[in-house]
């Protein structure tokens, strides 16, 4: 197989099963995995530095992935297997049968290490960097997919695209930290005892026995599913053509700044101080409403996954690497938000925050298992915002060096928060915003005040 597109060329496309048997069966997925929302892939992109070698020497090493891809599907199996509706509509299942994650080798004589320095031109620049596009793991695509592509440079970019009905980030990078050992040798056998151990028990969400409030549905108590009314046609402001990728990192004395200028006018003062998330995230929401000029009465959201691994009781197994994550809601008006100040915007968010406990995570799990596709979040108004910077992908190494470059694989409407390269207390902002107020909101997101 060798198809070209934008100087990409995908040379060979193969399924990897596991290297050694596994037992066929059917395993369900949670409620909170086959939410709607999540039917979608997580797609990273990692970008590592040239290093000269021969073709045979790049043979070698892509032959040496792939095999440590067929090792650690061993205990990740499921990763292998199919997705598909359970015969009573009432969640998704994965079908175990070994059938195989996807596996692309490819060049790129158009793109340097440098190129990933900065924001793609456009949303879709790099998608050929992830060529098999999932859009619809139901209709029996793998939920794995790794492509690895050399540039012109000698440099390497390592795709990696996961179905998020059956992970979520941290399941997914636990994932890639035992596929990289595997690739260098620091760990010699999938099934050598490794940590976290691979847990599946996606029981432990089940829907539970609660008593919701008298005369208050779930629905109307979580305000990431409630519809708002549409003052601005919000969606047509986001077609991808419309978009224009930006990238803005924010160096650890810039979030001491906003961290300190948040507790400083914040009216809650039992708190020591905001984290460092509550006070970027508050600026990057400030920044992008103030720069789409939105009618002051228009609602507007921030929607943020938050990990629940220890905020239900019990806590979830560790190694558990399903999607372990509710999504926290701050809310208010646009003219609120833009008007109120830093801090009203870092109230809101650490507010939300705070809401999750294992009696909101039950009200969740049971609202979704009842209402099913139903319950889906609104896009009118809504940032949504996702915390790739403490995930460790800048540690994900497979033998040719930890990534220089941590992103998606499509900067997008999505915000991602990223890990920056040897500044661990940096943070990389990716989001595409409309290309007609791109400039102002390069202009308020730099200026820290």
């Not at 009314?229 to 990192?249: A, E, H, I, N």
């Not at 998330?277 to 929607?303: C, D, G, V």
């Not at 009118?380 to 910077?389: D, H, M, T």
Request: glycine share 6%.
């Amino acid at each position: 197989m060798e198809t070209s597109l934008s100087g990409v060329q995908v040379k060979v496309a193969t399924l990897v099963p596991p290297s050694d048997p596994t037992n066929p069966h059917i395993l369900k997925l949670s409620a909170i995995d086959s939410q709607l929302f999540l039917r979608f892939t997580i797609e990273y992109l990692l970008i590592y530095r040239p290093i000269h070698f021969n073709a045979v020497d790049r043979q070698v090493i892509t032959s040496r992935v792939k095999a440590a891809l067929a090792r650690a599907l061993v205990p990740y199996y499921p990763l292998a297997g199919r997705v598909r509706a359970r015969a009573d509509g009432s969640c998704l299942e994965v079908v175990c049968r070994g059938q195989g994650a996807a596996f692309l080798e490819a060049t790129a004589d158009n793109f340097t290490v440098s190129d990933f320095e900065h924001a793609p031109r456009y949303v879709t620049e790099w998608r050929r960097l992830l060529a098999l596009e999932v859009t619809d793991v139901l209709k029996g695509a793998p939920p794995l997919v790794v492509q690895l592509t050399w540039l012109s440079d000698g440099a390497a970019a390592l795709g990696v695209g996961f179905s998020h009905c059956i992970c979520d980030g941290v399941g997914s990078v636990e994932f890639l930290n035992l596929f990289a050992d595997l690739a260098t040798g620091r760990r010699s056998a999938a099934t050598a005892g490794f940590k976290p151990r691979p847990v599946w028990q996606r029981h432990v969400l089940d829907p539970t026995p609660f008593k919701p409030e008298p005369n208050l549905s779930t629905t109307t108590h979580h305000a990431e599913f409630n519809r708002v009314t549409d003052r601005c046609k919000f969606m047509t402001r986001f077609g991808p053509d419309q978009l224009s990728p930006t990238s803005v990192t924010f160096e650890e004395w810039k979030l001491n700044e906003l961290k300190s200028s948040v507790t400083r006018t914040s009216r809650l003062r039992t708190l020591p101080s905001f984290t460092t998330f509550e006070a970027l995230s508050a600026h990057i929401w400030r920044t992008w409403a103030r720069a789409l000029n939105f009618p002051p009465s228009q609602t507007l959201k921030l929607l943020f996954s938050i990990d629940i691994r220890h905020r239900v009781k019990p806590s979830l197994p560790t190694g558990y690497y399903g999607n372990a994550i509710v999504l926290g809601c701050a809310q208010t008006t646009a003219g609120e938000l833009t008007g109120k100040g830093l801090s009203y915007a870092a109230e809101l968010i650490n507010e939300a925050k705070n809401r999750v406990d294992d009696e909101y995570v039950n009200e969740v799990v049971n609202s979704v298992s009842l209402t099913g596709p139903s319950c889906v979040p609104d896009q009118v108004g809504v940032l949504i915002l996702s915390q790739w910077s403490r995930l460790g992908l800048e540690r994900v190494d497979f033998g040719i060096g930890r990534p220089v470059q941590v992103g998606p694989v499509c900067t997008d409407r999505y915000c991602i928060l990223l890990p920056v390269q040897d500044h661990s207390r940096s943070i990389k902002v990716m989001l595409a915003v409309p290309s007609v107020a791109v400039g102002k909101y390069l202009d308020l997101i730099t200026a820290v005040r």
